[in-house]
């Protein structure tokens, strides 16, 4: 059934909103697709996306640990390695996942938390102070309410 | 008594070569530790996530590294030569002349290292450090020492 949008009805108004969405999805407009099953859905699909995210970003992070080099005194050398710049290019989706690994161990993920974010807890006066510098991210990690 | 360093990184490096002197940390690298400063990373990153002196170049350039080490005293000078009452820092570089590492010389002659995130090393010599890119072409050693500064030594080692 074509539904026919009136531009007067609000997305405001949750019925519409529902109808515009089965409408969009190719759905029957049934009322079975209760704002419930969708919610239900979307969660599933939230999930599993997530979990694709992890796994992702758990391979990463184990090639980058495995190409790295410990020896090297710049943080530059290990951030350029390709694992960690396809970190950075996951975004905001691996930030909490960057912030689990440095709430277990400092490790040099403050590059890319700034390179992701583009923001800097940490004052110019603390730079390199590594435990401080881990404290402070994970501070501005909960209070963005990233959850790991 | 073996770092935690991979073999591969110091492909010149012996275990009669050198003594560790602390343990692994990520506290502190290299720069700092050649002047002293077990507080902090010295780090010319681009993001400025680490401490690089103010007003210097924050580059991985030589010039900039003699640059940051003048902010503590040091001046230019020809070589490691063991003299009275001066200390040392050698620079190292890569063939590239990319500069990778500082050691400091202690007053007897021999050499200390912060190798990266891994343990502070005293040293024979200067050469066991040296390498270029390991076999397996990925691995950036730390070349040689190219550069020598020195200022008078600092009445007690823990003051930078």
Redesign the interface.
Known sequence: MDVQINPNQSLQNPDFVLLVYNQVFGRPNDPRYTAMQLDEESTALLRAQREDVEVKFNELVNEWRA?R?????????N?SLPAYQFIIGMGEKALPYILRELSKK??DW??AL??ISRE?P?P?EH?????L?RQLWLEWGKAKKYAW | MLG???PW??PNLKESDYQKTSE?S??Y????WAVHDN??????????????PPGVPRE?EIEAFRAAFRTKGFEDCDDGSLEDGIEKLAIYATSNGKP??AARQLENGKWTS?????EDIEHETLDCLNGERNWFG???C?GKAVGYMKRVRPAKQSAA
């Open positions: 190409q080099t410990r020896a090297s005194s710049f943080s530059s050398a951030a400092d490790e403050y590059w700034k390179a800097d940490v110019a730079r390199g102070k590594r435990s510098m | 935690s360093w991979q990184e110091f692994e990520e506290d690298n290299c720069l700092a507080t902090k990373k010295w780090d010319p990153d681009e993001l400025e996530q680490n401490y690089w991985v990778t590492h912060k190798l990266g995130d891994c990925r691995i950036q730390y």
